[in-house]
């Protein structure tokens, strides 16, 4: 008896057995069922709620900063954080201003914000990877250095003076109904998943994530990719700077100011563990939605926004939280189990 224990306790299955109750198990079913539930309510709580002309406008709420969620999942996958997002929006704006006072058109204007992004991206890169800094010191750092650029060559102006042609980017519609943005950021959603689950780049993603010292062993460039997630990230703010000014039709140094504590809450809220190693991007699109929604209605209701910022940090705590505490009781079950094996033996 003790023999046919021992060969079982080493049996190790290929794959999961599938059951319809692990699909209703799986945290983005569960954001799902809460996107429906918010739903229920606003539609209860708001007679405006369900407008659909509202509803696509709401979108824009959340739409820049959905798009940098992409990569920073990317990022805390593999154990980093990039909390300067904000402030490199802040200071692509701030160039893109350079520019339109210069008389740069469109075309121009676009590469400035990209360029400016990636930039900042490579130099959050090469302190970590290159110089072997922690993550979240170096873009604490960058978080004010940036900002702090935009302040000593704006200081308390603003520019105006953009091109009309760059108003579509931020504010136009597409089949005069989805605003541009939303459209962009499905699409890109779209490219970050197929990266991230069906191709090698994302198995060696959660490889870093999941045990970087193995990995590199293993033979994957570790501080490679974690440099290329930083330029992604710094791009994708480039672009969100680009949307933001658009919609805006104006640049100020405080510009998408407080953004990093809600582009981190919706990655994590989406499952992506903030000791990386997990998450997926159709959590990550899901979260986004479903904050957005609160928000929504959160502004409906005139609920002041105060009121939003100590929701959001309150659900960026709980998420991080709770994924924490389940590990931690079901390594104490696992132990438990073990112990139990060990002495019917």
Known sequence: MSATRETERYTVADKAKWSVWSIFQTWEVILLTLLVFVFIVNSNTSPYFLNTYNLADATFNFSEKAIIALPMALVIIMRDIDISVASIIALCSMLMGLGAEAGIGVPGLIMIGLAGGVAAGMFNGFLVTGLGLPAIVVTIGTFTL????????????????YPAGLRFFGQGYVFGIIPFEFILFLLLAMVFGVLLHFTVIGRRIYAIGNNPIAARFTGIAVNRYRFVAFCLVGMMAGLAAVLLTSRIGSTRPNIALGWELEIITMVVLGGVNILGGSGTIPGVVIAVLLVGMVTFGFGLLNIPGIIMTVFIGSLLIITISIPILVQRLRDRARLRAQQAEVGTD
Do not use: E, M, N, S
């Not at 900002?147 to 603003?158: F, N, Q, T």
């Open 146 to 161: 940036f900002r702090g650029i935009a302040y000593v060559v704006l200081g308390d102006g603003a520019v105006t003076t």
